[in-house]
């Protein structure tokens, strides 16, 4: 399985923009389907996006669409979310995932990936 670690968290006013990285180690990062996810105190761990293997596709939870990017450089092993026009409601602890890349590409739950970092802490000031 391949390792995972997330950073670029922070506290950031409202309107702003934050970039997170999450680097991986341990496996052939070019075999994985990637995401992020979130989880808020109190709430369920919510997919966000998704980034296929190859980088050509995305696929993106409508609560982000338009604001979130998500990105990836297979050279370097490092998936990106660049956030822009953050709200409040957007915080939460930032995970991101990683799934084998033959599984289907219509799956986002928890169990479709079986690596994960520890998270990364976004909050977001009104």
């Known amino acids: 399985q391949v390792q995972l670690v997330e950073s670029g968290g922070g506290v950031v006013q409202a309107g702003g923009s934050l970039r997170l990285s999450c680097a991986a180690s341990?496996?052939?990062?070019?075999?994985?389907?990637m995401a992020w996810f979130r989880q808020a105190p109190g709430k369920e761990r919510e997919f966000l996006v998704k980034?296929?293997?190859?980088?050509?596709?995305?696929w993106y939870a409508d609560s982000v669409k338009g604001r979130f990017t998500i990105s990836r450089n297979n050279a370097e092993n490092t998936v990106y979310l660049q956030m822009n026009s953050l709200k409040p409601e957007d915080t939460a602890v930032y995970y991101c995932?990683?799934?084998?890349?033959?599984?289907?590409?219509?799956?986002?739950?928890?169990?479709?990936?079986?690596?994960w970092g520890q998270g990364t802490q976004v909050t977001v000031s009104s």
């Open positions: 995932a990683a799934g084998p890349s033959t599984s289907p590409w219509r799956r986002n739950s928890f169990s479709d990936f079986g690596s």
């Open positions: 341990g496996g052939t990062f070019s075999n994985y389907h």
């Open positions: 980034i296929s293997w190859s980088g050509v596709m995305a």
